[in-house]
């Protein structure tokens, strides 16, 4: 396939198209750096883009989108985080149903902040959508792919989880610390973190490239989430120290404001209904196996 992605120098987007290259697709990037021999490029926030028709593309997958936990959240950094999702997804929608040309399928990001705080209970891609700043995003993020589907074009809306990879997001983040025995709980450690290693989530984006019968959302998760305390106790003992420096909820609020309750705190147990369903053979379901393996 000839596959145009956008985010594609983000944690995800490295490691999928290094996949995708290795398994023989032709891999498009939309850059970010207006050039005249460049076929794709665009900058969202001004509405421009360029799109070369004359190259067939089989499949676009956008992935792009300003991190959500570089930094506390002033209402001009949630803006920021909310139109690098939105305004940019719908552009690349309306330019591809747009198309005389277009491509069979467009991959388009979302999370599982969908479904907001769940607590115990356990959400699929039925359950009704969460509140909250990060449902808000997401459920936004999905709306603005809805022209490609209207023109069309098979949309499939990625609902990812925490995506776990030495090389960035949050496990990174944790490792000096824990390295250092400074890890500990968060809160009461009881809330729900629905996880996916950064070997399922690419194997997990071809599948669904290569499934023509799969559109809306499909959450991208592990079937086995764990809560706080379990994690925090693996990871422990998979860099063999100790995991005795809590995180008390009214610290981490003043530490993280608004961020904590959303990211820290709150409790997201999702189950992949749908790529169990459709067949998909998850690579990392255990835990303690899959650090052990990324680390």
Known sequence: MNILITGSSGLVGTHLTDVLAANGHSI???LRSASDDQPFYWLPAKGVIKYDDSITIDAVINLAGESIADGRW???RKNRILESRVSGT???SETLAKLKN???VLISGSAIGFYGET???IADEDSMQ???????IAERWEQAAKPAADAGIRTVNIRTGVVLSPNGGMLQKLLLPFKLGLGG??????QYISWVSINDMAAMIQFLLENGSISGAVNLVSTQPVTNHTFTKTLG???NRPTVFPLPACVARVAFGEMADALLLSSTRVHPKRLIEEGYDFIDTDLDKTLRSLL
């Open 28 to 30: 498009f990037r939309m």
């Open 74 to 76: 002033s209402e001009e």
């Open 90 to 92: 719908r552009l690349l």
């Open 102 to 104: 277009k491509p069979k």
């Open 119 to 121: 607590g115990n209970r």
């Open 130 to 136: 969460g509140a909250g700043y990060l449902a808000e």
């Open 185 to 190: 709980i968060v809160g009461n450690g009881q």
């Open 237 to 239: 003992s998979v860099l």
